[in-house]
């Protein structure tokens, strides 16, 4: 573990939210939560300098893809990686993801909790 070890996790799940943040939490990194994009932004403009923001696409208020477009564009979390973690595996997803410059694009169903923070231990190295 480096010290990249902040995530922003968001996810209108609160099931999911709480239980992939206990396992960040498990792994050593800080983790704050937001249940939307709104609150998401909100952690981000009170300071909260995360090293990733991981990210579900199907959300109320705002989805995935436009709460990353309103970081990027706000310049609200500079030098954060971004990570989807979502249901939704289109082609087209998976390349708007792309050109917006994601990092990882990790599907819920076929990827355990433990398997996600290894993935994200991989990106940030
Ligand atoms: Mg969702």
């Not at 800080?30 to 991981?54: F, M, Q, R, S």
């Not at 989805?63 to 971004?82: C, S």
């Amino acid at each position: 573990m480096n010290d990249k070890n902040k995530i922003l996790l968001v996810d209108d799940d609160s099931f999911l939210l709480s239980m992939y943040s206990m396992k960040f939490e498990k792994s050593g990194f800080e983790v704050k939560a937001a249940t939307n994009g709104t609150e998401a932004i909100d952690l981000l403009k009170n300071g909260y300098k995360p090293d990733v923001l991981i990210m579900d696409l199907v959300m109320p208020i705002m989805d995935g893809f436009t709460l990353y477009e309103n970081v990027k564009k706000e310049n609200l979390a500079p030098g954060a990686l971004a990570v989807m973690l979502t249901n939704q595996s289109t082609a087209a997803d998976i390349n708007r993801a792309k050109e917006l410059g994601v990092s990882s694009f990790i599907v819920k169903a076929t990827t355990i909790p433990s398997e996600v923070v290894d993935e994200v231990k991989k990106i940030i190295k």
